[in-house]
């Protein structure tokens, strides 16, 4: 284990990745490698909120060349991103509440 609270964070993340960054490392002790999940982490952080603010700009819906409506490609990537980002802390075992029925895999487990 490492003393996390002296790592900084990726200097391409936002405003709110970094947030999350510092508090998780300041509430968990990750191994070192563990650090690369975290930055992943948080760039799906970011992706979700980008795709969530195209989203709040121009709709849920958009018109295909057809004008029929379909989904907006944005509302597909901000679900992506959002999973990636539940899986990867549930990898980290970032997890403070009461465990679901698929608790994350043990350190060393190949």
């Not at 490392?25 to 952080?45: G, I």
């Not at 970011?46 to 700009?57: D, G, V």
């Not at 992506?80 to 465990?99: K, T, Y």
């Amino acid at each position: 284990m490492i003393r996390n609270n002296t790592s900084q964070p990726p200097k391409h993340l936002t405003a709110q990745a970094k947030q999350f960054w510092r508090s998780v490392v300041n509430l968990f002790e990750l191994e070192e490698h563990n650090l690369d999940l975290l930055e992943t982490a948080c760039v799906q952080l970011q992706r979700a909120a980008q795709a969530r603010a195209i989203i709040e700009k121009e709709g849920m819906v958009i018109k295909d060349r057809f004008q029929q409506p379909k989904p907006h490609p944005a509302v597909e990537l901000e679900r992506q991103a959002h999973l990636a980002f539940v899986r990867i802390g549930r990898e980290l075992g970032l997890s403070v509440e009461a465990p679901d029925s698929r608790p994350p895999l043990p350190v060393g487990y190949k």
